[in-house]
């Protein structure tokens, strides 16, 4: 594969990253309302979306949305290591995800 063709692949997966944020970002916020509403399972799921935009995010040349959601990924593990989330710690994961889609 030539340089610009590789260059132009990493330009078609970064188009795709982003336009699939939206999407991955409605499915956080869905989760993260299971959360408020008692369903501790929805950590895992929240958890499994944030550590994909921290990774992929970071790849695609979104440092801001990866160091934000790096952050929330930490407060989300922390959670489950605890065995579930808090008022506290919901508080504090929806404050976490605002910063993820202001980052995005």
């Known amino acids: 594969m ?3 063709a590789l260059q132009a692949h990493l ?13 991955t970002l409605a499915e956080a916020e869905a989760l993260l309302a299971v959360l408020r509403a008692g369903d501790a399972e929805a950590l895992k799921g929240l ?15 979104f440092a801001a949305l990866s160091t934000a959601a790096a952050t929330l990924e930490e407060r989300l593990d922390a959670c489950l ?3 579930g989330a808090g ?3 919901v508080a504090a ?7 993820v889609k202001t980052a995005a």
Do not use: C, S
């Open 93 to 99: 994961i929806a404050d976490g995800l605002a910063v």
């Open 81 to 83: 290591q605890a065995g």
């Open 2 to 4: 030539t340089q610009d």
């Open 11 to 23: 330009d078609r997966l970064r188009a795709k990253f982003a336009a699939e944020l939206p999407q």
């Open 87 to 89: 008022p506290e710690d």
């Open 47 to 61: 958890r499994f979306i944030v550590h994909r935009l921290h990774g992929t995010g970071g790849t695609m040349g």
